[in-house]
């Protein structure tokens, strides 16, 4: 795709940091896509971060600005469009897309927002959502955009994700039960969103019941705390710290637990949808999409930890229940959260916003 002067389209990404989590992913992974696949040129705005370590070469990133808080941001970002001339300002947070907000009402730059989590805490409603058009990753996500937030629904388009951690490689078969305890692996920040001190509970009821062992993926502030609880309630939990291994991990798994408070739409549920490996979750935001209809087994956010733990052991077994479910899961992957469909999704996005923002400057130039 081409945007002024026959040059490729230029997108200024704007995030908080390159911390190791999911959105943060995304922006790395959509951006190479559109790179790779549509030779868009891309400039990442954010502060620093884990995921430094792994930024390409041909990955253009940009330190955000240490002082002067806010405003010293939108100087920033001002400067940044003057000299890039982006087509699309692409905002992945609320504070960024006000910066993205003003910046381009001053340039005359189309903005877009991606919303990529159900929110615990609204804010301050009339500051948020503004853009013109906002991708949404899950229909929960749009539906609080329009019931919590009052905007448009006509400018929300819900694009789904996609798997981080794909492979070439085909799903590994189950892991063989016979004379093993059920391995069953927990993915995430060990933070108040992924509700780590759950999972261990559950882990520790289903212990009492079958042999289990439970692996935990991710660090976070809470680990001290989480760590203490385990030993406290005797739950059979390794916690791993960050992993670059999780295609390995999900194949060595008998099935995940998610047991988030809130997600938008729940990315690792996807990659083992691909790696056709059994979820169990609780029925917030995304993740209840994602694990409807049979996709998964699904609980509601009320459940008792006893009750999830009979889930876990039932929802992880070998049978022909659950593998029904893992056939229905993998279909999905196929058809709705591949790099093409959602990715795609995003770019006719950027070409619809642009086409609008020329023929309303045409407009006003007559």
């Known amino acids: 795709m081409t945007a002024r002067n026959d040059r490729p389209l230029r997108v200024v990404h704007v995030f908080n940091t390159l911390n190791g989590g999911g ?33 390409e070469p041909t990955d253009r990133w940009v330190g955000k600005a240490q002082a002067g808080g806010f405003f010293g941001e939108v100087m920033q970002l001002l400067s940044i469009v003057r000299r890039e001339k982006p087509d699309v300002l692409h905002a992945h947070q609320r504070r960024d897309a006000l910066s993205c907000l003003i910046v381009g009402a001053v340039t005359r730059t189309p903005v877009v927002e991606h919303a990529h989590n159900t929110l615990p805490n ?40 996609v798997p981080f951690n794909l492979s070439s490689e085909p799903p590994y078969p189950r892991p063989d039960e016979a004379g093993r305890p059920r391995r069953i692996l927990g993915i995430g920040r060990l933070e108040e969103q992924k509700d780590p001190e759950r999972f261990i509970r559950a882990i520790a009821s289903a212990a009492r019941r079958v042999p289990v062992e439970a692996r935990w993926l991710g660090d976070g502030g809470l680990r001290g705390q989480c760590e203490r609880l385990a030993l406290e309630l005797d739950a059979p939990v390794t916690f791993v710290g960050p992993s670059d291994r999780v295609t390995e991990e999900l194949d060595a798994a008998d099935g995940l637990l998610m047991t988030s408070r809130w997600e938008g739409l729940g990315l690792v549920i996807l990659e083992a949808f691909a790696r056709e490996r059994p979820v169990v979750g609780l029925a917030h935001g995304g993740m209840g999409e994602l694990l409807a209809e049979g ?19 039932g929802g992880t077994a070998t049978s022909v229940e659950v593998g ?34 020329r023929g309303a400057s045409c407009h006003l130039s007559q």
């Open 324 to 357: 029904h479910s893992i056939d229905l899961a993998s279909d999905y992957v196929s058809r709705h959260a591949t790099a093409e469909v959602v990715y795609g999704a995003v770019l006719a996005g950027y070409r619809s916003i642009i086409d609008r923002t």
């Open 295 to 313: 996709r998964g087994t699904l609980l509601p956010s009320d459940v008792s930890d006893e009750a999830l733990a009979e889930a876990v052991i």
């Open 23 to 55: 959105l943060q992913r995304v922006v790395l992974a959509l951006s190479r896509w559109m790179r790779e696949e549509h030779d868009v040129e891309a400039l990442l705005v954010s502060h620093g971060g884990p995921l430094e370590r792994q930024l």
């Open 122 to 161: 609204t804010g301050i409603k009339a500051l948020s959502f503004r853009a013109p058009m906002t991708f949404a990753v899950s229909n929960q996500v749009r539906d609080m955009i329009v019931h919590t937030y009052r905007r448009d629904p006509a400018t929300i388009h819900v694009v789904g994700g």
